[in-house]
């Protein structure tokens, strides 16, 4: 098969489009033609090698991915060949108690297609039938790639981990990425009011037409003045990080009292600080958050498929050109998706 495949890890032009061995189903496994891989923050830090995480090489990368089936495992039951499907992104034991509990998201094993096993940039990928979704019949293959792993993210973190309530306010920094734009939609369904942050005012056009209620231009003006101002020197209730050491500073200053932040990344840089006296007076929580789980996904689903959520592709790439779709992503230009068809 065609791949995009690495052999060591830097710059994107370490990204060669080449033929790689099909991949080999096991029994509980399908074998997918993709169809669309929408790219994700996560494939540039896989692509640029992290400390202490031996990416296994080489590699094909790519986590979000929409196809059709092209063979099952003998054990395989649910789905069957030629069956449109698009794939949870996250692989976990299955096993262990927290597979158990339906917390995948916190399995020690699990990992992401396309992390520490092979991706969707290429023709074919294998998966555990269990990964499988209903694909939403209104979406077109490099949409339906576009919806997993950011609006999984999104809701994981607001709805499980930072238990939005409607009413409250929500600043969602980054718009223009694939989570926050996913973040957007996800905070106003649940009745929120939404600030939404970026650095040009034409994608803070874009976040308005999701829903935000109020933009701030984060090159122009300062955030935690602006969220004082629109809040009536209250704060929010709930932080969207995933922008880290950049933001940090205005996330934390524009918390109101007994405010969420959650955050999912760190797409600036991971060195952060914070003042513990600010911490308890204020009776803040600070949240990570990973992911999210299966079934939270399987309800995306069907909601995107009910037109309730919208995944946002930006541009689309040809696999060959994998190379300069992750320099494009890595320039920031984006609002939403990045999706390279193939
Ligand atoms: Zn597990």
Redesign the pocket.
């Known amino acids: 098969m065609k791949a995009v495949v690495f052999h060591q890890h830097g710059a994107p032009d370490v990204l060669k489009y080449i033929d790689a061995p099909d991949p080999v189903i096991r029994a509980n496994e399908v074998l997918v033609r993709v169809k669309a891989c929408a790219l994700n923050h996560l494939d540039l830090w896989v692509r640029r090698g992290m400390p202490n995480v031996p990416i296994p090489l080489p590699h094909i990368p790519g986590s979000d991915i929409a196809g059709e089936i092209a063979q099952i495992g003998s054990e395989v039951t649910t789905v069957s060949a030629g069956q449109k499907v698009v794939l949870a992104p996250l692989v976990?034991?299955?096993?262990?108690a927290?597979?158990a509990a339906g917390i995948?998201n916190r399995?020690?094993?699990?990992t992401n297609l396309g992390y520490m096993i092979d991706g969707g940039c290429a023709e074919f990928v294998r998966c555990p039938e269990v990964n499988c979704l209903a694909y939403p019949e209104n979406l077109s293959w490099e949409e339906a790639a576009s919806v997993p792993l950011v609006f999984q993210t999104a809701w994981h973190m607001l709805v499980t981990r930072a238990e939005l309530q409607p009413g409250e306010d929500v600043l969602v920094l980054g718009a223009g990425s694939g989570v926050g734009s996913a973040a957007i939609q996800v905070a106003k369904f649940f009745g929120a009011r939404v600030i939404a942050t970026a650095g040009s005012d034409e994608k803070l056009q874009k976040a308005k037409e999701l829903g935000a209620d109020h933009l701030i231009n984060h090159k122009s003006q300062k955030i935690r003045d602006e969220v004082r101002r629109i809040t009536n020197k209250r704060g929010v209730d709930v932080v969207f990080e995933h922008v880290g050491t950049a933001t940090w500073e205005d996330s934390l200053a524009s918390m109101a009292p007994s405010g969420r932040l959650v955050t999912c990344g760190a797409t600036t840089g991971y060195d952060a600080k914070v003042d513990l006296r600010f911490l308890f007076s204020r009776q803040l929580s600070l949240l990570g958050s990973y992911m999210g789980t299966k079934a939270e996904l399987h309800t995306v689903m069907k909601l995107v498929a009910a037109g309730r959520l919208k995944p946002i592709v930006d541009r689309i790439f040809p696999l060959a050109e994998a190379a300069a779709a992750h320099a494009y992503l890595e320039s920031g230009a984006q609002f939403g998706k990045v999706v390279l068809r193939i």
């Open positions: 976990s034991c299955g096993k262990c927290a597979c995948d399995c020690r094993q699990a």
